[in-house]
């Protein structure tokens, strides 16, 4: 049987922390949705179809990474797509506590929806789409904090 899992995010724009997120995820997973939630309104650095195309290069090599894009609730979305393990990354105990909501309400309205969480290592802690967002607005490159080969310049 296949084992799969989907990754929610805004991901506004993909990071390093995501990426470790998704790698380490490959390592017990055969398939991986990544699906980029859309938010009316929230109003982000990148289009809803740049941040998909920019994960989409990432793994363009990749047949195992399926990248989506999905409005409305995450568990529907799961549902929808037969899928029943969420996967979400953790910094630090703000991250935790965040999560450990979302995940339970996630339960509540699909009992066999299960979050796994991913620990970051210490150097990818302080990696953020929204430090990514300020390094931008300020003028700043911020592709060191990007998988590599990624310029934000040619999704903006
Ligand atoms: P959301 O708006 O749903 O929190 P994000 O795109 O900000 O979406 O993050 C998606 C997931 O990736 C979340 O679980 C978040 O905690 C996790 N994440 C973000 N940055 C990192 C990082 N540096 N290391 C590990 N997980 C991370």
Redesign the pocket.
Known sequence: MTKKAI??????P?????K??VDQALHVFDKLIIAV?INSEKRGLLTIENRVKLIRDIYSDDPRIEVKTFDGLTADFCRKEGVQIIL????NSV?FE??RNIAQVNQTLYSKLQTIL?F?PAK???????VIRELVSLGADPSALMPKNIDIKNYL
């Open positions: 990754f929610p995010g805004s991901f506004d993909f990071t390093l922390g995501h470790f997120v939630g979400r990354g953790l910094r991250d965040y999560e991913i970051t990818y802690v302080a990696i953020s789409s929204s």
